[in-house]
């Protein structure tokens, strides 16, 4: 699946960035290829990120919202400039031309705002009316039940790129907290969170990621994912499942962010294992074994960000 969003006229004609660019891709070029794994991540996610808009005219939910956010946890900004500069202004998001229907230009809402959170809680972005302007957005299209919908998710699990609907929630969640003043919509997503009854791996870890200090959801998520746990140290979507990246990825973020790390280490080694010589990883698809630019792109953020978070050399 492929979404993008037409520059505006401001980006097109932007030239600052790219000596910016180029010079830090010619640093990154320098390092040894034999660095860690989460070098070589963002030495990758580096160039790709913002290639795809000079190269596309346009910005991706893939590269300019799960790469950026994987960018922005690391505290590197200059490859992400031009993609800063576009979730600036939440009201041209949905103004470009764009692959697919109605559903993706609100699942690109909820991507990019999960972007734009992120850059401000990095902080690249000081000034607070994009996310004001954005949790406005959000708060507009949460459905009755508090849930953030994703509509052609179906019975199948969340991928890289879609997340669904209870993953898609955490963000919408996590959007109008950083944002301040949605205390009603926040409650209501919390309640759905709560009593979400979780289908499978991408669902369990998305209640945790929201709720990590409660005890009974604590709980049952590492009851579940202790029996999960893949013979590779890895998790997948569903019980007895082979391993995933993207599945191993959400996992190793909600036990860090619940303080449970026992099952941690044999699911970073499954993680780094299968990163690719480019420093990607194979995306998660559904079903498994699909090609996807956008889904490889999306699935290496996720392992980075995974990897960045429950580094123990990190702080």
């Known amino acids: 699946m492929r979404r993008h969003y037409r520059q505006g006229r401001g980006e097109r004609n932007s030239k600052r960035n790219?000596?910016?660019l180029a010079l830090f891709?010619?640093?990154?070029?320098?390092?040894?290829?034999?660095?860690t794994s989460v070098e070589r991540a963002l030495q990758y996610l580096s160039a790709e990120v913002p290639q795809w808009p000079m190269k596309n005219g346009c910005f991706s939910c893939h590269n300019n919202g799960d790469g950026a956010r994987a960018l922005y946890a690391a505290g590197i900004t200059g490859p992400a400039a031009s993609t800063?500069?576009?979730?600036?202004?939440?009201a041209d998001w949905g103004k470009g031309k764009m692959d697919g229907g109605s559903s993706d230009k609100t699942l690109a809402l909820y991507q990019f705002s999960?972007?734009?959170t992120s850059a401000v809680e990095a902080g690249v972005l000081s000034d607070r009316k994009a996310l004001r302007d954005a949790a406005r957005s959000l708060a507009a299209v949460q459905s009755a039940s508090g849930a953030w919908r994703v509509d052609d998710e179906g019975e199948a699990p969340g991928s890289p790129v879609t997340w669904g609907t209870t993953l898609a929630t955490y963000f919408g969640r996590r959007t109008l907290l950083a944002a301040g003043g949605y205390d009603a919509e926040v409650a209501r997503a919390e309640a759905y969170l709560r009593n979400v009854?979780?289908?499978?791996?991408?669902?369990?870890?998305?209640?945790?990621?929201?709720?990590?200090?409660e005890p009974n959801f604590r709980k049952r998520a590492v009851e579940?994912?202790?029996?999960?746990?893949?013979s590779d140290g890895g998790w997948g979507p569903r019980q007895s499942a082979p391993a995933e990246v993207f599945d191993t990825a959400l996992v190793l973020?909600?036990?860090?962010?619940?303080g449970e790390k026992s099952l941690i280490p044999r699911g970073r080694e499954f993680l780094i294992r299968t990163q690719q010589n480019s420093g990607g990883w194979p995306e998660t698809t559904r079903p498994s074994g699909s090609q996807s630019y956008a889904?490889?792109?999306?699935?290496?953020?996720?392992?980075?960000?995974?990897?960045?978070?429950?580094?123990?050399?990190?702080?």
């Open 18 to 20: 790219v000596w910016v």
């Open 25 to 35: 891709l010619v640093m990154i070029s320098a390092a040894s290829a034999q660095g």
């Open 84 to 90: 800063t500069t576009w979730l600036r202004a939440p």
């Open 114 to 116: 999960a972007a734009l």
């Open 197 to 213: 009854e979780p289908r499978h791996t991408p669902d369990e870890a998305a209640v945790l990621l929201a709720l990590p200090n």
């Open 224 to 230: 579940r994912f202790t029996r999960m746990q893949t």
């Open 253 to 258: 973020l909600a036990l860090q962010a619940a």
């Open 295 to 315: 889904q490889h792109i999306s699935t290496t953020a996720w392992a980075t960000l995974a990897l960045l978070a429950t580094d123990p050399q990190r702080k």
